[in-house]
């Protein structure tokens, strides 16, 4: 394959990506100096708007995974993947209006501490431990797969790009804490924005206009969107996506600490809402993108397409090489589409390294060492930062290393996220299980995602289920490569046919419903937890959302819960006062007298203090 070099135009565009995210980190570091508290650097003192909060959402999940990846599954298997459009508005809705009420209102700044709360502290340790395991296993993948990507095609320096993300990740998220993080993210944002519209301008100019990719499009069969198929096994029907898709995302999404992390950030609940449904428009923006470079690709390569012919090696190398073909003769612009991608890189990274720290500092150090002083916690949550950001640094060398290895570990983020989902939807959900029950659900949800991926790695799927759409050869100089495709294996198990071969999309799901259906059982087999135990701030049965229930049935989904008093506390809560004074309790040790701090607070009725009780009880 032809390496087409960058330009110096090019490295300057690219490099100012990396000094303005440096620089904005530095910017808060000097602006926040006087604010040395880890509530602050972790959770931004919980004062940051909806507007960049938003922007950081959208950038921190749309990794250069995404940007390099999406288009290419729309060139080999066509536009259904913007049926994803159904999956994030699910995903948005139930992430707002069913998670993020009980995480905003407890007050926690770890996701992880509500299992704590919920359930008891094995629980809460184990989650932990898998969230951890995972996010620097996949954070390392996404720091090497885009710049190996690059590299083979553009001839940008591999180990120099991974180091240098890693580096000024590490740098902005240790300097300058989570505002930085979500500022840095905004920024990065509008250059992926901006990097995808160059694109798709230039390349929708050279096909001869939109009406002509349409039409290339239709006559090589990718615009057959609507398959509504309910084969399982298919890899993308409708309903994989829309069903598959959104316990998918919501399992890496919903529940995750990057995203619930920025929610608590925002100064009231409403903001944190307003955030997520905007960040709900970005995502669609993105997916748009992503959809029509997929199909503009496609009409460039519609005669000589470059990864069957041999001309490039791997699937995720198409748009890079696609972008140094439009952009040959425009120094500068394929640098501003390789700061795209590393944006999306940059972006994930902060984030990750950011969260880990969060669920480190708040699961593992203060429950250890409750009583350390601001200005240790702070040193101790930026050093937890330049930890994890050496830490991913080295997964992605390690990622390098892993050959075949690599599409298992994307998969990992899957993997983990439906029994996440599960064990967050028993605790919310269904007040009647108790923690023997979440713990058990989560081991075998985690059995069984883990079962049918690994099973599905060895065993790959037959190629009438995975093979792309036809791509054509014919005006190609064919290199010394043949065409290869997932081969049915001789001696195949029968199980490999039908339970390996589920869509990858269904691993969340299967995860998800399987911790779920476990943890029901296991819990009526061992006795269900009593609802009087149970603050009504951490429960938010289905019957919430449907208020057209009478109140025997919402009674009798609130399994004994004192659900009477959840509107009072609601409303206290909205209170700014009342936060105030609660914050003041939590941030004062969590000792009983430090109650008298909450405004109306009476030691003869404290229903509306229940989880500042619960905290002191459990810590």
């Known amino acids: 394959m032809e390496v087409k070099n960058f330009a110096i135009l090019d490295y300057v565009v690219f490099a100012a990506l990396f000094v303005i995210s440096s620089g904005i980190g530095v910017f808060f570091a000097i602006k926040e100096r006087k604010k040395a508290t880890s509530r602050e650097f972790l959770v931004g003192g919980r004062q940051m708007s909806c507007g960049p909060v938003a922007l ?66 094995p629980v809460r340790y184990a989650a932990t431990v898998i969230y951890i395991v995972q996010t620097i296993l996949y954070t390392g993948v996404v720091v090497y797969a885009p710049a190996l990507a690059l590299n083979q095609v553009t001839g940008f320096d591999l180990w120099g790009s991974v180091y240098a993300t890693g580096i000024v990740c590490t740098f902005y998220c240790t300097l300058g804490g989570l ?72 399992g890496i999404y919903g ?50 397409d470059p990864w069957t012919s041999g001309i490039i090696s791997a699937p995720d190398q198409l748009m890079p090489y696609f972008v140094m073909e439009i952009f040959a003769t425009m120094p500068g612009l394929p640098g501003l589409f390789v700061a795209c991608a590393f944006s999306g890189t940059l972006s994930t990274v902060a984030a990750s390294i950011n969260a880990l720290a969060t669920v480190t500092f708040e699961d593992f150090v203060k429950s250890c060492f409750p009583r350390l002083s601001d200005k240790l916690s702070t040193w101790i949550s930026k050093g937890l930062c330049l930890l994890f950001g050496v830490m991913c640094t080295s997964m992605a060398v390690a990622a390098s290393l892993m050959g075949g290895v690599v599409q298992a570990a994307l998969s990992i983020h899957g993997m983990c996220g439906g029994p996440m989902l599960g064990l967050f939807t028993l605790g919310i ?27 599905a790695f060895i065993y790959p799927a037959p190629d009438s289920k995975t093979r ?24 195949r198990p029968a199980i490999a046919d039908a339970w390996y071969s589920v869509s990858y999309l269904y691993y969340s799901a299967v995860g998800c419903l399987g911790c779920i259906f476990a943890g029901m059982l296991i819990s009526f087999i061992t006795g269900r937890q009593d609802g009087k135990d149970i603050p009504p701030l951490l429960i938010r049965p289905v019957c919430n959302l449907f208020c057209f229930w009478s109140k025997k049935y919402t009674t009798l989904c609130w399994c004994g819960v004192q659900h009477d008093t959840a509107t009072d506390q609601e409303n206290l809560e909205n209170d700014s006062a009342w936060k105030q004074g609660t914050e003041s309790v939590l941030h004062n040790g969590l000792r009983q007298e430090s109650l008298a701090n909450v405004p109306g607070y009476d030691p003869k009725d404290k229903s509306y203090t229940n989880m500042a009780l619960e905290k002191i009880t459990h810590f």
Not at 57 to 76: D, H, K, N, Q
Not at 99 to 109: E, H, K
Not at 202 to 230: C, K, M, P, Y
């Open 255 to 304: 529940v995750n600490q990057s995203t619930i992390q920025r929610c608590i950030s925002c100064k009231t609940e409403k903001h944190a809402k307003l955030a997520l449904y905007f960040n709900l428009l970005g995502l669609w923006i993105i997916l748009i993108c992503a959809v029509f470079s997929g199909l503009i690709m496609y009409s460039h390569f519609r005669d000589c």
């Open 179 to 250: 505002k930085a993080v979500v500022w840095t993210d905004a920024f990065q944002m509008v250059v992926m924005v901006v990097g995808y519209l160059t694109v798709l301008i230039q390349g929708s100019s050279h096909a001869g206009g939109l009406h002509n990719v349409f039409e290339t499009a239709t006559n090589g069969s990718r615009l057959h969107i609507l398959d509504f198929d309910v084969d399982p096994l298919r890899r993308h029907t409708f309903w994989t996506i829309s069903v598959g898709g959104t316990f998918t995302w919501l």
């Open 468 to 491: 792309p759409l036809p791509l054509s050869t014919d005006q190609c100089i064919l290199s010394n490569v043949t065409e290869s495709f997932p081969q049915v294996l001789p001696n």
């Open 56 to 121: 950081s959402l959208t950038a921190s999940f749309m990794s250069a995974v995404t940007i390099l990846g999406a288009p290419s599954e729309v060139y080999r298997f066509g536009a259904s993947f913007v049926l994803f459009f159904i999956a994030y508005t699910f995903v948005i809705i139930f992430t707002s209006e069913l998670f993020l009420p009980v995480f905003y209102r407890s007050g926690i700044t770890s996701t992880y501490e509500y299992l704590q709360l919920r359930f008891n502290k």
């Open 429 to 455: 959900v269904f007040p009647f299980v108790n923690w023997k029950g979440a713990f058990g659900g989560l081991l075998t949800g985690i059995t069984l995602s883990f079962w049918v991926a690994i099973g």
